[in-house]
């Protein structure tokens, strides 16, 4: 895992959108929407809680069992070992049944974050397990941040992001704000909210940020939260479609309209899961995405 030390610039907003949302349609299409369920409630606040006082070893090992209880693992043994490194952490994927992670040293003296890093260590052990895994480090990256903080642990991770006029930090490889967009997602399916989680007021302040994108999801076109301009625009593009089949997608739009026997069927994708679904163009519809099962109020 990657992470930016004290001093060092933080990538803002949501360079990595695309893969996060392919990532969480990942999990769905591994998991299934009954599997997914199954990682609620997050975790618990008090189950990552490091005080300076606490040993660093028997804490870490602590931490790190309420991390594999968390990610459903069966019940193996996480060793963890600290030393200088250039990221943030790394772990050995061998069969088990022990797995070792290993932290930066300056862990040690920021125990605060080590639920943080080993909530992202720790889903590389799921990933691992699962079999599921995306070509090339970047973006295997960011799944495993998307799958950490979907499932319930990454919350960890947006809050050991901090940012004041001389210094910063973060964990991972996505950025604040996307955190918050992951974060808001899992709110959504789950009906909770993780902001009086954060103890960093920069992650409560990429949290909304995140989630006012995610809410965006919601309000596109077909979908009838649509607002008035995606309407028109919608309305637009279908009669275009509708007089010239085979025309293809318009430009920067959602959804992309497709000629079908003698009529049009659109296809968009799931404001949860991100699968696209294809749907009749005949007014007004509520469709259930085949993969996550979210019931979508359309017209079409």
Same mark, same amino acid.
């Given at each position: ?36 369920? +199954?990682?609620?409630?997050? #975790?618990?606040?008090?189950? %990552? !809680?490091?005080?300076? *006082?606490?040993? /660093?070893? $028997?804490? @870490? ?76 480090? +970047?973006?295997?990256?960011? #799944?495993?941040?998307?799958? %950490? !903080?979907?499932?319930? *642990?990454?919350? /960890?991770? $947006?809050? @050991? ?76 593009? +279908? ?9 293809? !997608? ?51």
């Amino acid at each position: 895992m990657t992470d930016s030390l004290r001093n060092s610039p933080v990538e803002h907003g949501f360079p990595h959108l695309d893969t996060v949302r392919s990532a969480i349609t990942a999990l769905y299409r591994r998991l299934s929407a009954d599997g997914v369920q +199954r990682f609620a409630p997050s #975790l618990a606040p008090v189950d %990552a !809680a490091f005080a300076d *006082a606490d040993d /660093l070893h $028997l804490g @870490a090992q602590r931490v790190a069992r309420a991390m594999v209880h968390h990610y459903r693992l069966p019940d193996a043994r996480v060793i963890v070992a600290f030393r200088a490194m250039e990221h943030a952490g790394s772990v050995e994927l061998a069969a088990g049944p022990e797995y070792f992670v290993e932290l930066n040293d300056r862990f040690r003296t920021h125990r605060r974050d080590i639920g943080a890093a080993l909530s992202h260590e720790v889903a590389h052990v799921l990933l691992h397990r699962l079999g599921l895994e995306f070509p090339g480090t +970047r973006d295997n990256e960011i #799944l495993t941040d998307t799958t %950490a !903080a979907y499932l319930g *642990a990454g919350w /960890l991770l $947006l809050d @050991a992001f901090r940012e004041d006029a001389v210094s910063s930090q973060k964990l991972g490889y996505l950025t604040p704000e996307e955190f918050g967009y992951v974060l808001a997602k899992r709110a959504q399916v789950f009906d909770e909210d993780p902001s009086p989680w954060f103890t960093s007021p920069q992650a409560y302040t990429a949290y909304a940020e995140g989630r006012a994108r995610a809410l965006r999801d919601a309000a596109q076109p077909p979908l009838t939260a649509a607002g008035w301009a995606g309407r028109r625009r919608y309305a637009k593009d +279908r009669r275009y479609a509708s007089e010239h089949p085979g025309a293809g !997608a318009a430009p920067g739009v959602p959804y992309a309209f497709e000629s079908v026997g003698d009529g049009l069927r659109v296809a968009f994708a799931c404001p949860t899961c991100h699968q696209r679904n294809r749907v009749p163009v005949r007014g007004r519809v509520r469709v259930r995405c085949a993969l996550c099962r979210a019931v979508l109020d359309c017209t079409t």
